[in-house]
C-alpha cells in the first residue's frame, strides 16, 4: 500500500506537470523553480522536503526513526517523480480537452496516492508529516489541513513566479483547482475506502 501510494503520488504529480496548465500544489514550487534552476523537478522536491526538521519543533520533542524514516521515504519520493517523468516523456496533450482530462486524472490519482501513502501508517513524505503532526496538533481533520498547506504551496509559488520571470509560470488554472480538489478527494477516499482500516499488523 505504501510503495502503491508512493508511486501513485509521484505519477500524479508528473501528470499533472505534463498537463501543462499549472502543476499539483504539492509540486507547485519546485516545478517553477526548476525553471530557472539547474536541477530537476525531484532534485528539487527532495531538498524542499527538508521540511522535516520543522517536525520536531511543532511537536517539541525529537522522533529519530520518524525523521530517518521520512528522509529515506522523501528520497525515494524524489526519484520516483523524475521516473514517472520519463515515463510521461512521450506524453504532449494535444489539445485543452486533453489538458484538463490530464489535470483532472492527475487530481485522482495523487489524491488516491496520499490516501494510501497515510493509511499504510509506514513513513510519510516529508511534506504530508507536516501535514500530519499539524493535524494532530490542531485536532483537525487531515484533508482540511491538506488544503490549507496546498493553498500555501500556491501562493509561494505565484510570488517566486513574479520575482523570478514577472510572469506566471507553472502555476495555473490547473494549479487552483488542485488545491481545492486533492484535499476533497483525500477526504471522499477516506469516507468511502474505510475497508483499508483493517488491513492492521498488529505489534
Given at each position: 500500500m505504501f510503495a502503491v501510494g508512493i508511486f501513485l503520488m509521484t505519477f500524479g504529480i508528473?501528470?499533472?506537470?505534463?498537463?501543462?496548465?499549472?502543476?499539483?500544489?504539492?509540486?507547485?514550487?519546485?516545478?517553477?523553480?526548476?525553471?530557472f534552476l539547474p536541477f530537476s523537478l525531484g532534485d528539487i522536491t527532495i531538498?524542499?522536503?527538508i521540511v522535516i526538521l520543522a517536525q520536531p519543533l511543532i511537536l517539541r520533542a525529537l522522533y529519530v526513526r520518524e525523521l530517518v524514516g521520512q528522509l529515506l521515504t522523501t528520497l525515494a519520493f524524489g526519484?520516483?517523480?523524475?521516473?514517472?517523468?520519463?515515463?510521461?516523456?512521450?506524453?504532449?496533450?494535444?489539445?485543452?480537452?486533453?489538458?484538463?482530462?490530464?489535470?483532472?486524472?492527475?487530481?485522482?490519482?495523487?489524491?488516491l496516492g496520499v490516501f494510501l501513502e497515510v493509511r499504510a501508517k509506514i513513513f510519510l513524505?516529508?511534506?504530508?508529516?507536516?501535514?500530519?503532526?499539524?493535524?494532530?496538533?490542531?485536532?483537525?481533520?487531515?484533508?482540511?489541513?491538506k488544503n490549507c498547506f496546498d493553498i500555501s504551496l500556491v501562493t509561494l509559488a505565484i510570488i517566486i513566479s513574479w520575482v523570478e520571470f514577472g510572469?506566471?509560470?507553472?502555476?495555473?488554472?490547473?494549479?487552483?483547482?488542485?488545491a481545492v480538489?486533492?484535499?476533497?478527494?483525500?477526504?471522499l477516499y477516506e469516507s468511502r475506502l474505510s475497508f483499508f482500516d483493517r488491513w492492521k499488523v498488529e505489534a
Open positions: 508528473a501528470l499533472s506537470c505534463k498537463a501543462d496548465l499549472g502543476t499539483s500544489p504539492i509540486s507547485s514550487v519546485p516545478w517553477v523553480m526548476s525553471m531538498m524542499m522536503n526519484c520516483s517523480i523524475d521516473f514517472s517523468m520519463g515515463l510521461l516523456d512521450w506524453f504532449i496533450p494535444g489539445s485543452a480537452l486533453e489538458q484538463w482530462l490530464a489535470c483532472l486524472l492527475s487530481i485522482v490519482v495523487l489524491a513524505v516529508a511534506g504530508e508529516g507536516v501535514v500530519s503532526v499539524l493535524a494532530f496538533v490542531t485536532q483537525k481533520k487531515f484533508s482540511l489541513i510572469t506566471l509560470q507553472g502555476v495555473g488554472a490547473g494549479t487552483v483547482v488542485a480538489l486533492v484535499g476533497r478527494f483525500v477526504h
